[in-house]
């Protein structure tokens, strides 16, 4: 058992001196030594464990030509020399085991043990070379480069089996994010986004489809998340009836220029001041509140019919409602006519305020029978609309104007939720000197708070002060109260939502979102309403042609308007949102990209501003100088929004001949193609005893062992069917093609 332990121990290591030393006393040949050299004293030097050099001198050869060669080796179980008193003589006699069992024993008590028994087994030249074999570990620059080889040919076949896998992504991600997702290489999603004609970079942003489409491309499943999980904490929820409150009515006053829409504002303001409110008011943001009688109105003053189209084609419904001003002198104008449009467009309840009836030549029944063209039915003619006549600069049936604004307020029966986090809604935003970015909020639920962390489209930011129409710093704002905001980094964009979220890290999160998906439509090509439309029309969303027409004069409007009217239907119709006369403007850029319609121009063209805002918002406007060619275009378009007629063509009759149960995979049908041929795209039925029992798809189709994508009469097949395995041996598959035929006018 010792022997044994003592083949196991560890191998010589020695110091660099050591071997340094030991190549000079050998000299540079050991063929020299061999034959008669001189007597030569090595000296070894080695560590013991407390890194302290140990040496010996007592190591001595003598080499003497062939005498050294009939030496013997060492033994394995040869004795080390004692290191205190060299031994001279290195061959041992077998009649002195006294003195060997002797020294053995010394041997055990030796601290230095591992090394002179490892050192017993060698002579120096031994030593040497096995320090040689170690050198030789190190590999070769050749060695390497084979060694790369290997390895490029395993990564290779790694890549070869690499692991599909099942990832969600959301509306928009990173490429980076896209890449660790699918635990692809950045490079790799970043070649395949070239393959398709995108050029992105590893922090640009994707869309889902495109990042669906190099999913896939790289082997991958993909299911698309339609909003982010971020977006699920800022969800609105419907507040409880019982926790609902009366809220002011919150007003906008529209009409043509130069018919008292500032001056009945005034008026209003005026009235105010004469009814007890404290402080004069001053209109220095874009809304305001009134109070009289315990009764509170909140008017909006709107810089025209753009801003108002673009806060509701933001989807945000900032006004309950709308007073057409018209003056009784002058009659229905053109943006008389463009206030009517957006009003219905919003679907907001009108209040005609008919001003000015204290000047001479004033006529309000002109003023309605005028509006009866436009579809406005007033009180007075027997319909819905309260119409008041009013003089804002002589303060004539004001009093009355707020009657009906409370009547129409009543019917609409407006309330909210005081006790929650605010929502509502930027009526508009500019940029102070000494105060920063400032919004005028319209809180339209809860109740909105300073300190309050908020999230603004793509903006965040902590409420610092609020301002009330009076210029008062408050505490809090209620429901349908318009304030000044201060805590925006920069402007946010009018329409845009104003929500209070929990803390910083989601207003944060929301934002970022929020504006990489800007980002990403900047980036996208948009499509035209009308191709959007016919997208629409095969999913069976679309009934409705709605546009708007501009034309050089009023009779080519009133003649195409009645022309494409009468093309209408009981399954689709054209709705005319506005027509009137002169260039295209931006104003009906705005209306019509609000009403997800598109801009008919007979001989006219868009304003170079109104191309831009078309540009960027995908309206599509068509030119047209033959009214004909405009009428045609038309029916064509409401043809495609018909649904086509569907029709049946009978392709195939298969028997099933025998039924294969395979485990983890359901039960697969051996058949025989009696008549026509059988598709991996078909249609089918499956009928027995001549009862439909199941209509669906095929999910594999095998002629022997190999998929196929069609089989023909005669022949012989297997067919799966997807998401169904009640089948029997002679139930029959009938194959169906659908053949969809499109409709005219």
């Given amino acids: ?139 070769s620059l050749a060695k390497i480069k084979r060694a790369r080889e290997k390895e490029k040919l395993k990564t290779s076949e790694t890549e070869d089996t690499k692991i599909s896998r099942e990832v969600s992504i959301p509306d928009i991600i990173t490429v980076q994010d896209l890449a660790n997702r699918l635990a ?90 004469v009814s007890g409110e404290a402080g004069g008011i001053t209109q220095h943001i874009g809304a305001y509140q009134i109070t009289n009688k315990n009764k509170k109105i909140t008017f909006i003053d709107t810089p025209g019919h753009a801003a108002f189209s673009n806060m509701r084609s933001r989807g945000s419904k900032t006004t309950d409602i709308v007073i057409l001003v018209v003056a009784a002198d ?16 919003a679907k907001v309840p009108i209040i005609v305020a008919i001003n000015k009836i204290d000047l001479d030549g004033s006529d309000p029944d002109k003023v309605r029978n005028e509006l009866l063209t436009h579809e406005i039915i007033v009180e007075k003619l027997s319909g819905e609309v309260l119409d008041i006549e009013v003089s804002a600069t002589k303060g004539i049936n004001l009093d009355k104007l707020e009657e009906a604004i409370h009547l129409q307020a009543d019917l609409l029966d407006l309330k909210a939720n005081p006790n929650r986090s605010a929502r509502g809604v930027i009526i508009e935003s500019k940029l102070e000197k000494g105060r920063g970015s400032v919004a005028t909020v319209l809180v339209q639920k809860g109740t909105l708070k300073v300190s309050d962390i908020f999230v603004s489209g793509a903006e965040w930011g902590k409420v610092k002060a609020l301002i009330n129409d009076k210029g008062k710093n408050i505490n809090e704002a209620k429901p349908s109260l318009p304030v000044e905001v201060l805590g925006f980094d920069s402007n946010p964009l009018a329409g845009d939502d104003f929500i209070v979220v929990e ?16 980002q990403i439509q900047k980036n996208t090509v948009v499509k035209s309403n009308v191709e959007d439309m016919f997208a629409q ?123 294969f149960n395979i485990s983890k995979i359901g039960n697969i049908a051996g058949c025989m193609v009696k008549e026509g041929f059988i598709s991996r795209k078909s249609n089918i039925r499956l009928l027995r005893d001549s009862v439909v029992i199941h209509t669906g798809k095929i999910s594999s189709l095998k002629r022997f062992k190999e998929e196929v994508s069609d089989v023909k009469m005669g022949f012989e097949c297997g067919v799966m069917i997807e998401n169904y395995s009640d089948i029997k041996v002679g139930d029959i598959i009938e194959t169906f093609e659908e053949i969809s035929t499109s409709r005219k006018l």
């Fill in 184 to 273: 692809e290489k950045t490079a790799d999603v970043v070649k395949n986004l070239m393959k398709l004609g995108v050029m992105a970079n590893a922090t640009q942003s994707l869309d889902s489809e495109t990042a669906q489409l190099v999913a896939e491309e790289l082997g991958h499943r993909v299911s698309i998340v339609k909003d982010d999980d971020v977006l699920t904490e800022i969800e609105d929820y419907t507040d409880d009836e019982k926790s609902l409150e009366q809220r002011p009515p919150v007003v906008t006053i529209m009409g043509h220029v130069d018919h008292g829409k500032t001056s009945l504002l005034d008026a209003f303001r005026q009235t105010n001041i």
């Fill in 537 to 659: 029309i095969n999913k069976g969303q679309v009934t409705e042609l709605p546009v708007l027409i501009k034309t050089d004069v009023q009779g080519s409007a009133e003649a195409i308007e009645n022309s494409i009217t009468k093309l209408s239907t009981e399954e689709v119709q054209v709705n005319v949102i506005h027509k009137g006369v002169g260039a295209i403007t931006e104003s009906d850029v705005t209306l019509a990209n609000s009403s997800k319609g598109f801009i008919l121009g007979f001989n006219v063209r868009a304003l170079p501003h109104a191309r831009d805002v078309a540009k960027r918002d995908g309206v599509d406007i068509k030119y047209y100088s033959i009214i004909y060619e405009l009428i045609d275009d038309i029916k064509n378009l409401l043809s495609g929004l018909l649904k086509p007629d569907i029709s049946e063509k009978i392709s195939g009759n298969v028997e099933i001949r025998e039924v």
């Fill in 503 to 518: 803390n910083e890290s989601t207003a944060r999160k929301i934002a970022e979102y929020r504006s990489s998906k800007i």
């Fill in 330 to 345: 002058d009659g229905i104008k053109p943006q008389t006519i463009e206030s009517i449009a957006h009003a219905k467009s």
């Fill in 1 to 139: 058992m010792e022997k044994d332990k003592s083949n196991k121990k560890k191998p010589l290591k020695l110091s660099s001196s050591g071997r340094l030393q030991i190549r000079k006393n050998l000299g540079p040949s050991s063929d020299k030594s061999r034959s008669g050299g001189s007597k030569k004293t090595i000296q070894i030097v080695f560590k013991n464990k407390n890194n302290q050099q140990k040496s010996s001198s007592a190591a001595q050869s003598n080499f003497r030509g062939s005498s050294s060669l009939r030496t013997p080796r060492p033994s394995i179980n040869q004795t080390a020399p004692n290191f205190s008193a060299p031994n001279k003589n290195k061959n041992f006699d077998n009649k002195n085991k006294k003195n060997l069992e002797t020294k053995k024993n010394q041997q055990k008590k030796s601290t230095l043990k591992p090394i002179e028994d490892e050192f017993s087994k060698y002579d120096a030249k031994k030593i040497l070379e096995q320090e040689e074999q170690e050198f030789d570990k190190f590999p």
